[in-house]
């Protein structure tokens, strides 16, 4: 049996996991696009009529969101924080900025909406987010340590 210490380091496993491998394939993605496919100079792609590839330079800082009392949650949000982090560390220290690529819109009665520019870093937070509110909602309460 597992000390509730212990259970918390094999819950956190893969979310671990999957914010390592997040960093690399955000990191990968902008390094292909800065320097491979070059969007600085080719300007904005269009790849579908409601998704365009972008170069935004995010100078900006981000901002805290949820605070949950539930310690597993805030393991996984300092996990998925400090990866964040690190890889904003990462575009910081090479560019100056936060690399941001990805671009969706819509167009209503002639009038174009945007939303904010993104990276896949972005994405991996607000899939974690979701599912932490999933859980938070839907989820199958903890057992409670004996």
């Known amino acids: 049996m597992e000390s509730a ?24 993605s ?18 579908t009529p409601f998704f365009d590839l972008v170069l935004a ?16 949650a805030q393991a996984a949000l300092m996990v998925i924080k400090a990866l964040g982090a690190i890889g904003n560390g990462i575009d910081r220290l090479a560019y100056g900025a936060v690399v941001d690529f990805a671009l969706f819109h819509v167009e209503i ?3 174009t909406f945007n939303w904010y520019v993104f990276n896949l870093a ?22 409670k340590a004996p």
């Open 5 to 28: 210490g212990g259970e918390c380091v094999t819950s956190l496993r893969p979310g671990i996991i999957a914010g390592l491998v997040t960093l690399v394939l955000d990191q990968a």
């Open 30 to 47: 902008k390094l292909w696009l800065l320097y491979v496919f070059d969007i600085g100079h080719r300007g904005t792609v269009k790849v």
């Open 57 to 72: 330079w995010n100078i900006g800082i981000s901002f805290g969101w949820f605070q949950n009392d539930n310690p597993y």
């Open 109 to 111: 009665a002639g009038n």
């Open 122 to 143: 972005d994405v991996a937070i607000v899939a974690g987010v979701m599912a932490l509110l999933y859980d938070s909602f839907i989820g199958v309460p903890a057992a």
